[in-house]
């Protein structure tokens, strides 16, 4: 089957939200991302690149966006893309189809913004994309980090002495004059979060039975912490934390606490296993998923790296 790629119609939008809706991620416990539109991660951004991949019938078979950004390595910044909501049909998988929509994608960015830096951030388990990423780009470079997932009804101790030494991993927000100022929240101290759950939201569409036993176990041995798991068939939202440092992160509880205030269960943290936060924070969340930066420039695990909170 032929397939093209074209420039984002909202004539497709039923089709678009139909697809988006019979993807899920994850075996053990299926997620499914759920947005007002499909365009709801790429507004935040100033400039981007929405594609489709039609089939031979005119079906909208494949997603993808590209949207202009920053990215600093070892204190320099770089003008990069950042791709998301790649997505494929399952019946047009392993077929060219996720490889027409990244070559495609390069191509734009280059010829629209003279961009020739582009990443994208993945779960580590998410094998597929990562083999149709370099099935389709000839040299991919990895570099991980964590998501960890704080409910924000709970307070955080933070020690007294802290390794100020070790941050590799950061997120800010690059060109915030683009950003409207209901999405994000600085505090004095410069910590801040970001209204993640405007972009979109997460729903457990399916936990296997075999998780959910552990899950009853586990509330019978931790009833408190049990209560911040969130439950099928139900959306959730989150903020994501941004310009963290040593020195500011005393200040992480009032962060939860507004975050609470605007009605968001769960704070969404960002990090680097070896980083500072890591050890502080792993403690109070209810999920640990391991992450990929794949890039097509070089970056290597003792690099020092910063992203944009809305490539989160």
């Not at 499909?38 to 690149?49: G, H, Q």
């Not at 629209?112 to 779960?123: C, S």
């Not at 960890?148 to 927000?173: G, R």
Request: aromatic share 14%.
């Amino acid at each position: 089957m032929k397939y093209k790629i074209i420039g984002y119609e909202s004539m497709y939008d039923r089709e678009i939200e139909f697809l988006e809706k019979s993807i899920v991620q994850g075996k053990a416990i299926q997620l499914e991302i759920v947005k007002e539109h499909f365009l709801s991660r790429a507004k935040p951004f100033r400039e981007f690149i929405a594609s489709l991949a039609i089939n031979e019938q005119g079906k909208v078979v494949g997603t993808s966006i590209g949207a202009k950004t920053k990215i600093k390595i070892n204190e320099k910044i770089y003008d990069t893309s950042v791709g998301f909501d790649v997505k494929v049909s399952k019946e047009d998988r392993n077929r060219g189809v996720g490889r027409l929509l990244t070559k495609d994608g390069k191509t734009q960015i280059l010829k629209q913004y003279g961009i020739d830096k582009n990443f994208v951030t993945l779960k580590k388990s998410n094998s597929a994309v990562i083999k149709l990423t370099l099935a389709a780009i000839k040299k991919t470079f990895l570099y991980e980090f964590i998501y960890l997932t704080i409910p924000v009804k709970q307070k955080i101790i933070i020690p007294n002495e802290l390794n100020h030494a070790n941050q590799l991993f950061s997120v800010y927000l690059f060109d915030r004059e683009e950003v409207v100022n209901s999405l994000f929240f600085r505090t004095k101290s410069g910590l801040a979060y970001f209204q993640t759950q405007k972009l979109y939201k997460l729903k457990i569409k399916k936990i296997h039975w075999l998780y959910k036993l552990g899950l009853r176990i586990y509330s019978m041995v931790f009833p408190k912490k049990s209560t911040f798991f969130p439950v099928e068939n139900k959306a959730f939202g989150f903020a994501t934390l941004y310009n963290y440092s040593p020195q500011n992160i005393r200040n992480i509880n009032e962060i939860l606490e507004r975050v609470s205030a605007i009605g968001i269960d769960y704070l969404q943290v960002c990090c680097r296993k070896d980083d500072f936060l890591y050890p502080l924070m792993k403690p109070y969340a209810i999920s640990t998923y391991p992450y990929y930066i794949l890039s097509d420039f070089p970056l290597v695990e003792t690099d020092s790296v910063g992203i944009d909170v809305r490539c989160l």
